[in-house]
């Protein structure tokens, strides 16, 4: 919970320091432009005014201080103005719009009645914008507009895509010709379609580090508590294992103590008879206790991937039918039957013997051990395309889907409450499973609760069919 919560702020001081890093941006773009169109408005009114002076000194060629004075502002401007790579438009605009046809009204200062878009010079104006935004570093898509109150009209737009925006958007109006001294200014107004995407890209570099750095530590976390977990379910596996096998051990192991020392006793009547059935327990004892170490170092072997084939031609049926008759005594004591439907045609497989037959054994001694009444078992055989499919079909307890998806797991065994009477260590199934990947085949199962089980292995036939 402490990691939890110290996780979650540090996300969040850095999800803050991100916005807040953001919001500074946009607060420095927003002067940028505002710095950038006031420029784009002083230019503007300079250009006018200067044309006006020419047209004063086409009517009042005679007078050398108002063309001293145009000489030093159109100078003033044209320097400030030629390190541009537009300026050209400026020329082309300077010399197309001395008009020599205009009314002495014109040049006595009334033309600033005319109508804005008689004013103003679209490509010029266009070409200044993006000088003055280019020059302080805002190289994004723009859209301005030009409207006027008095006529309440979007006069002059870029391209016409974007007027609610335009009007809407108050950070960028801006009052063109501000030295006007009659009516209402007009205002030159302007949009930036992709704002928000060209401040993210000039910070693009602190929020794919902070993205990576987040990144790390939800993982490092996720992989911290997993491994806890992991290695909390592991111990208590481990704990109920070892108790396990020490009690499976601990009874084969106090049956030979039993009869070794009715052997010693000197009461008992050693007759050959006797000497035979204490025999035959201590050699079932012994065989049960060997069994029980094999699946051990099975296991061990499988968890180091030292497992090694020796694979060879063999008969599959053969193999099923002397597991068959291997557990077929200890079905018949719990009063079961076992069936074989062995239908298969290309029975020779390329594979491990040995391997296989435990394979089947521990299958067989599965269906048998968690069948609680009478076992019924059936094993059959079919041909497949590149294999043959084993299946052994038993009426047990079942397993539920949650139980399903692990049972091939390694010391994993189905809960059964309070009844202690399935015996083993968990190891059959994950041992199963192993052998069978190593042979490139499949197993799957197929159960449902109180109604029995069925296992079906896929093995394929190896190189080449024989």
């Not at 000194?57 to 108002?66: A, E, G, Y």
């Not at 031609?313 to 009063?335: F, G």
Request: hydrophobic letters at 40%.
């Amino acid at each position: 919970m402490l990691m939890s919560i110290a996780l979650i702020g540090l996300m969040s001081i850095q999800l803050y320091w991100i916005r807040n890093a953001i919001i500074v941006k946009e607060a420095s773009f927003v002067r940028s432009v505002s710095e950038a169109v006031s420029n784009v408005v002083l230019r503007l009114g300079k250009i006018e005014m200067i044309n006006n002076y020419y047209l004063q000194i086409q009517v009042s060629p005679n007078r050398p201080s108002l063309k001293r004075h145009l000489d030093s502002v159109n100078k003033e401007f044209t320097e400030e103005l030629a390190n541009f790579p537009s300026f050209s438009d400026y020329e082309r605009f300077n010399n197309n719009s001395i008009v020599g046809s205009r009314t002495i009204d014109n040049i006595l200062g009334l033309a600033r009645k005319k109508p804005i878009e008689d004013r103003i010079n679209e490509k010029l104006l266009d070409s200044l914008m993006n000088i003055e935004l280019n020059k302080l570093g805002i190289n994004t898509q723009y859209e301005y507009g030009i409207f006027s109150p008095d006529r309440n009209k979007m006069l002059i737009q870029k391209t016409g895509e974007y007027p609610s925006e335009l009007l809407g958007n108050e950070r960028f109006q801006f009052a063109l010709f501000p030295g006007d001294i009659r009516g209402n200014p007009d205002f030159l107004m302007v949009h930036f379609p992709y704002e928000r995407q060209f401040i993210i890209s000039k910070m693009w570099v602190l929020l794919v580090v902070s993205l990576i750095l987040i990144i790390v530590i939800i993982v490092s976390f996720y992989t911290s508590i997993s491994t806890i977990f992991r290695q909390k379910k592991l111990s208590v596996i481990k704990n109920d294992f070892i108790n396990n096998m020490t009690h499976e051990f601990k009874t084969p192991i106090s049956t030979i103590a039993l009869v070794c020392e009715a052997l010693k006793d000197k009461d008992v009547i050693k007759t050959s008879k006797v000497y035979d059935n204490y025999i035959s327990i201590i050699d079932d004892e012994n065989n049960r206790l060997k069994v029980m170490a094999d699946k051990v170092l099975q296991t061990a072997i499988m968890d180091k991937g030292t497992l090694r084939l020796k694979n060879e031609w063999i008969d599959i049926h053969e193999i099923i039918k002397e597991d068959v008759k291997k557990i077929k005594l200890q079905i018949e004591k719990k009063s079961g039957r076992i069936f074989t439907d062995l239908r298969a045609e290309n029975i020779k497989i390329k594979a491990d013997k040995m391997h296989i037959t435990n394979v089947v054994l521990n299958l067989l001694d599965n269906a048998n051990k968690y069948s609680v009444e009478e076992p019924e078992i059936l094993v059959s055989t079919n041909d497949t395309d590149g294999g043959i499919l084993i299946s052994v079909q038993d009426n047990g307890i079942g397993i539920s889907n949650t139980n399903q998806k692990k049972i091939f797991d390694k010391l994993f065994r189905v809960p059964t409450g309070n009844i202690h009477n399935f015996k083993g260590f968990g190891l059959g199934l994950s041992y199963v499973k192993a052998v069978i990947d190593k042979h490139d085949g499949k197993i799957e199962i197929r159960s449902e609760l109180k109604k029995g089980s069925t296992f079906t292995v896929f093995l394929p036939y190896g190189d080449q069919k024989k």
